[in-house]
């Protein structure tokens, strides 16, 4: 028996390849990525022309005044104080609506929301006992490239629209937390007629957005009501919703939020990251994962037809093989980029099968080439089915290699018994 035929050999070998074909697979996987990363730079350019992701704050009313302090000297001097005051209550009512963009050949999900903001505030004592130098209501969004159309807000009787704060506004009423922010001066005096305490409001604007929407706590007591045509939401941030219902159509969610549990404001938020769902390329990826278990699968049902039906598969035959799967997974990828991924995987396995079917009949030219062409095809069906299983992929994926091994001892229980006389 020569060398190369030794079965220890032929396993080894085959092992070797198994182990060399994962270069190609890591290149296969490296493209994806390549992919993946150029679809989120696509999707940071649309961002940065609709709107990034929005974070809601205020509104806030903001008074300065000087106060009296005592220098190094010990000599009195006056120093500006600016001082906030945030909601009693604050009630957020949000309709989101989402879309799909187009650039190149990625889709971007962007969204729209219509907001309506109500509560009141309550005047602190010190109004009327001190000189006040400004007097101003102010709201915070991260990116104002996203306000679409006016905002305004009414107050008592009086309404106002927002106009864009310089950064030393900014800066100077709203800290260094929201760089981005609208402030309006307001007659406070005016409003408070009457001895009035208890301020209400009514804020309303339309604001776009993408990736994800989320809110600032900013009242004693912030309840935020949500309603989104996405049907994959991920809610995230400091609270999750009290109430949510998710359905194909869309969702809503509730959240209440009490200053008891809130800590600081400016430290806390809370919302919906608004998903695409599962890309191509997280599939891909995910399907390219299980290449080098479909290439064991394989290499082994080929060394099991060579042992029971005494067939020769060369090593280079093998290498073939190899190199057919692993061209699967780039399929795969290039078609899910311009179709559905179920499609895209389908329209992959039936070429690669095909392939695979009428190499197998050149080499071994028996039943035994259906028997690896049903193996392949039934390796991709499984593949995909493990896909769509997250929660039990491991346990299933794990039953069906065991059953595989099964199968194989079976096949191979009678190699090394004497024949009978």
């Known amino acids: 028996m020569k060398l190369k035929d030794s079965l220890p050999v032929k396993i080894a070998l085959v092992g070797t390849l198994a182990l060399l074909l994962l270069i190609p697979l890591a290149m296969v996987q490296g493209q994806i990525n390549d992919r993946q990363n150029a679809a989120t730079a696509s999707q940071d350019e649309v961002a940065a022309s609709w709107g990034r992701a929005q974070t809601l704050t205020g509104p806030v009313l903001q008074f300065s005044y000087n106060m009296e302090v005592l220098d190094k000297d010990q000599k009195k001097t006056l120093r500006m104080e600016t001082s906030t005051v945030y909601p009693r209550t604050l009630s957020y009512d949000i309709d989101t609506q989402t879309q ?6 990625y889709d971007i999900m962007v969204y729209g929301a219509d907001v309506v903001v109500t509560g009141d505030f309550v005047i602190p004592s010190f109004y009327g006992e001190k000189e006040l130098l400004e007097k101003a209501v102010s709201m915070g969004l991260s990116d ?8 305004e807000i009414t107050l008592g009787e009086q309404s106002y629209s927002f106009h864009s704060g310089s950064v030393e506004k900014v800066d100077r009423y709203m800290g260094e937390t929201d760089k981005a922010s609208l402030y309006e001066p307001i007659d406070l005096d005016k409003l408070l007629m009457d001895g009035k305490t208890v301020l209400p409001f009514r804020l309303t604007y339309r604001v776009k957005g993408s990736s994800s929407l989320m809110i600032r706590p ?14 994959d939401p991920s809610f995230t941030g400091d609270f999750l919703p009290s109430d949510r219902e998710v359905t194909e159509e869309g969702f809503t969610a509730r959240w209440s939020v009490s200053e008891i549990n809130r800590g600081n404001p400016d430290d806390t938020s809370f919302g919906v990251n608004l998903l695409q769902g599962v890309t191509q390329y997280q599939k891909t990826t995910r399907s390219a994962k299980y290449g080098i278990l479909v290439i064991l699968l394989v290499f082994i049902a080929g060394l099991a037809v060579e042992l029971v039906g005494k067939k020769k598969i060369s090593i280079v035959q093998y290498l073939v093989i190899g190199l057919s799967l692993v061209l699967f997974y780039a399929l795969v990828l290039s078609f899910s980029e311009f179709m559905s991924f179920t499609v895209a995987y389908a329209l992959a396995a039936l070429m690669t099968i095909a392939a695979l079917f009428g190499y197998f009949r050149g080499i071994l030219r028996d039943r035994s080439a259906w028997l690896l062409t049903a193996l392949v095809t039934l390796a991709y069906i499984l593949s995909y089915i493990l896909l769509q299983m997250e929660t039990y992929a491991l346990l299933a994926g794990t039953l069906v290699l065991f059953a595989f091994l099964v199968g194989i001892m079976y096949l191979t229980r009678n190699l090394n018994r004497e024949p009978q006389a």
């Open 100 to 105: 799909t963009l187009h650039r190149s050949i």
């Open 144 to 151: 104002l490239r996203g306000i679409d159309g006016p905002v």
């Open 218 to 231: 900013y009242g004693e007591t912030t309840e935020v009501k949500m309603h989104s045509d996405c049907p």
